[in-house]
């Protein structure tokens, strides 16, 4: 029942992340667009006489160019965006594979289990931390008659 759960959502998963690839795609065209008209503009205003001429030439556009250039900005803000999403959906997949990985290749010794060490392995993961058992329950074991040597062989478990 867990596997056919996480295949489920590495589906969801990967599914959401071809939409995110694809936006990530028209978001590069339309800040390449984007440039393209900006310096099409840009070549247009500085016209060729512009280094002869005594008087001061007036800009084309400027108001189309400042415009363009805020969609730029935006434009840019969103890829970056897209951007964290995507890498963010690419690491559930990993991990997604990863946990599945697990359940498939030890079946037996997860059943095994005794419920101490289920919960040890929830202590485990919920701290994101994953330490070899035997020196965790040698930690264990000095809490209750020394703590504060408990607390540093801890200390030196984390580090």
């Excluded at 919960?119 to 330490?131: A, I, K």
């Excluded at 000095?142 to 703590?147: E, G, T, W």
């Amino acid at each position: 029942m867990i596997l056919r759960l996480l295949d489920s959502y590495e589906n969801e998963l990967n599914d959401d992340l071809k939409e995110k690839k694809k936006s990530l795609e028209d978001v590069e065209v339309k800040i390449s667009e984007t440039e393209k008209m900006i310096q099409l503009i840009s070549e247009e205003n500085q016209g060729f006489f512009t280094d002869f001429t005594p008087r001061p030439v007036a800009e084309k556009n400027a108001d189309k160019l400042k415009e363009l250039n805020q969609t730029l900005d935006s434009l840019t803000e969103e890829k970056k965006s897209i951007d964290d999403e995507i890498t963010f959906m690419e690491k559930r997949i990993r991990e997604v594979r990863e946990s599945r990985y697990e359940l498939t290749s030890s079946p037996s010794s997860s059943q095994k289990s005794s419920p101490e060490d289920s919960q040890n392995v929830s202590r485990e993961t919920s701290c994101s931390v994953l330490l070899d058992k035997d020196k965790l329950h040698l930690v264990l074991s000095y809490l209750p008659q020394d703590p504060m040597r408990a607390k540093i062989e801890l200390e030196n478990l984390m580090k």
